[in-house]
């Protein structure tokens, strides 16, 4: 049964690179993470660790040699799942210095870079860093859009992100209340709307993977259709 959980196979947001963020702590942690995420019919995982400056100050050179020592323990360890080195990125200054100096990124096929924004306060200037991001050849996922309470409740804003270009990427717990009430209410809500593009875990620790198996989950996987499989 637990093979039904999910009929997307790819997933494009999970923490699951040990010891790098606030995702797995450990190489243990982060195989049993994914031994219970390949129970669940996942084949590929981007593993997307924080770069943000304040707090997880990540590089692509820094990432590299962990995640690679990441694949050898899969290996070892018999785990049959194809993984990719991406990041999720904080939009702060250090992000635009570095896409203004034209710094290599971290990317999903398609020249695609997954962002997140302050879920504290509304970024000033939002659209216009967008479009100056898309101009220098990049396209923008942008992480739970569903958690930011300044959007809570505005449509108008999700639509206007989408016409910008962004494709929005909700978290699969968002719709089973894993982060309050709110969080439930506007990702139901952008479902409604048909403003979903991709679906991700998000996954941070090892006691999430048992939420793969809540029946809503699949009952929601049955009614929504997103483009998750094209970056298998």
């Not at 390949?38 to 995982?45: E, N, S």
């Not at 995640?67 to 990125?89: H, K, S």
């Amino acid at each position: 049964m637990a093979k039904k959980v999910l009929n997307i196979k790819v997933d494009l947001h999970t923490h699951l690179l040990p010891g790098v963020d606030d995702g797995a702590k450990n190489r243990e942690e982060a195989l049993a993470m994914l031994r219970g995420m390949t129970d669940a019919g996942i084949q590929h995982l981007y593993l997307t660790p924080h770069i943000r400056s304040s707090h997880f100050p990540n590089t692509p050179a820094s990432l590299l040699p962990v995640f690679e020592g990441f694949q050898q323990a899969v290996a070892q360890a018999g785990i049959d799942v194809r993984l990719d080195l991406c990041a999720e990125y904080y939009m702060d200054a250090a992000f635009q210095t570095a896409i203004q100096a034209e710094t290599p990124l971290l990317c999903f096929p398609g020249n695609y870079l997954l962002v997140e924004i302050s879920m504290h306060q509304e970024p000033l200037f939002l659209f216009e860093t967008l479009f100056d991001i898309q101009n220098r050849g990049y396209k923008l996922i942008l992480a739970h859009p569903e958690r930011y309470p300044f959007y809570w409740k505005k449509m108008e804003i999700y639509h206007k992100l989408r016409h910008a270009g962004c494709l929005l990427q909700v978290n699969l717990f968002s719709f089973i209340g894993y982060y309050g009430k709110e969080v439930k209410a506007t990702v139901e809500l952008l479902h409604k709307n048909r403003l979903i593009d991709l679906i991700a875990t998000d996954i941070h620790h090892v006691n999430q993977v048992e939420l793969l198996s809540d029946g809503a989950i699949w009952k929601l996987l049955d009614t929504i259709e997103v483009k998750n499989n094209q970056f298998l």
